[in-house]
């Protein structure tokens, strides 16, 4: 008797469960795995095969045109999706550095595309940062955002380039665009520097809620951070 099990997440793919009975004897495989088109069904195949019986052809011809199927499947989603998100510092402690700023924006890139999304600019200032990057729909938004603000603020900790605890307030910005957009995104995030002598973050950040027509309470908007420029 075989017990096969198949769940469907719209956000990461499929997921297996897998148990069976073989005369008197039950033994169960559970197997738990993503597939995802950058995966190959033979690596999967294998751990099936090294945990299941041999004498279970069936079990492994079913998983074998289940994920045959689900691939071919996969392999038609086509996706064009740019995101600019926008996060900040929780206070004058937790400011930026020009000295690390570098290397945080290098970290926080590579956890970005270490979820196969791909960093086109990446750039802030002393209270707060802006990354656009194109977004695949193998993961949440929230989720990725979690990652990259988690993560991040371990990072600054262990390097110890703040006194006391790093952390950024909580929730985000994040904006879409469309391919014709791009450049000018990637040339406003690389000027940076230059924009914020003449604006300041709130009002930056107000006018891109009011641009996409975002509601938004007051009540919850970033709290400004106060910090000398240097």
């Known amino acids: 008797m075989i017990l096969f099990a198949i769940l469907l997440c719209p956000t990461a793919g499929p997921w297996f469960f897998c148990s069976f009975k073989t005369g008197t004897s039950q033994k169960k495989v559970k197997i738990k795995t993503h597939v995802t088109p950058d995966k190959e069904v033979p690596n999967f195949l294998a751990r099936v095969y090294k945990r299941s019986s041999q004498n279970l052809p069936c079990l492994k011809q079913i998983i074998y045109l289940y994920l045959i199927n689900v691939t071919k499947k996969m392999a038609n989603t086509y996706t064009q999706i740019h995101v600019q998100s926008v996060f900040v510092v929780q206070n004058r402690a937790c400011i930026i550095h020009k000295s690390w700023k570098e290397e945080l924006y290098k970290y926080i890139t590579g956890i970005i595309q270490n979820h196969n999304h791909k960093v086109l600019a990446i750039n802030g200032m002393p209270d707060h940062i802006h990354v656009l990057f194109g977004f695949r729909p193998t993961q949440s938004l929230s989720d990725l955002m979690q990652d990259i603000k988690g993560d991040s603020s371990k990072w600054i900790k262990a390097k110890g380039f703040v006194r006391g605890?790093?952390?950024?307030?909580?929730?985000?910005?994040?904006?879409?665009?469309?391919?014709?957009?791009?450049?000018?995104?990637?040339?406003?995030i690389q000027n940076q520097e230059q924009h914020h002598k003449q604006k300041t973050f709130t009002k930056e950040y107000l006018e891109l809620l009011q641009k996409f027509e975002v509601d938004y309470n007051e009540t919850y908007i970033f709290k400004p951070v106060e910090y000398d420029p240097e």
């Open 165 to 188: 605890k790093f952390s950024w307030q909580e929730g985000y910005g994040a904006f879409s665009y469309s391919k014709s957009h791009v450049d000018r995104v990637i040339k406003y």
